[in-house]
């Protein structure tokens, strides 16, 4: 069972960026689909976008043109590469192994968006 740990969040203005990380305590490169997500208080955990292990990619509409996903299979470990910060964006953030591969849920990592 592959374990995932966020890190790289943190208290940002709005307009700004963070790169999120995500290490796998495995190797990653036979997960079809690896995804991220977010949870703010009172609202449920939402998909915020996601690559196949072929580099495909597919966003959220409220993050479509801001948020890179990646991955690096060499180094086991996925980023999210966050531009163009809103305060709606201000959420724990986690990722995880898509469909069938998924797994239990790591601690996140907190971003927080605000002037």
């Known amino acids: 069972q592959v374990q995932f740990v966020e890190s790289g969040g943190g208290l940002v203005q709005p307009g700004g960026s963070l790169r999120l990380s995500c290490a796998a305590s495995?190797?990653?490169?036979?997960?079809?689909?690896m995804g991220w997500y977010r949870q703010a208080p009172g609202k449920q955990r939402e998909l915020v976008a996601q690559?196949?292990?072929?580099?495909?990619?597919n966003y959220a509409d409220s993050v479509k043109g801001r948020f890179t996903i990646s991955r690096d299979n060499a180094k086991n470990t996925v980023y999210l590469q966050m531009n163009s910060l809103k305060p709606e964006d201000t959420a724990i953030y986690y990722c995880?192994?898509?469909?069938?591969?998924?797994?239990?849920w790591g601690p996140g990592t907190q971003v927080t968006v605000s002037s």
């Open positions: 995880n192994a898509r469909l069938l591969r998924e797994g239990s």
């Open positions: 690559i196949t292990s072929g580099g495909s990619t």
């Open positions: 495995g190797s990653i490169f036979s997960i079809y689909v």
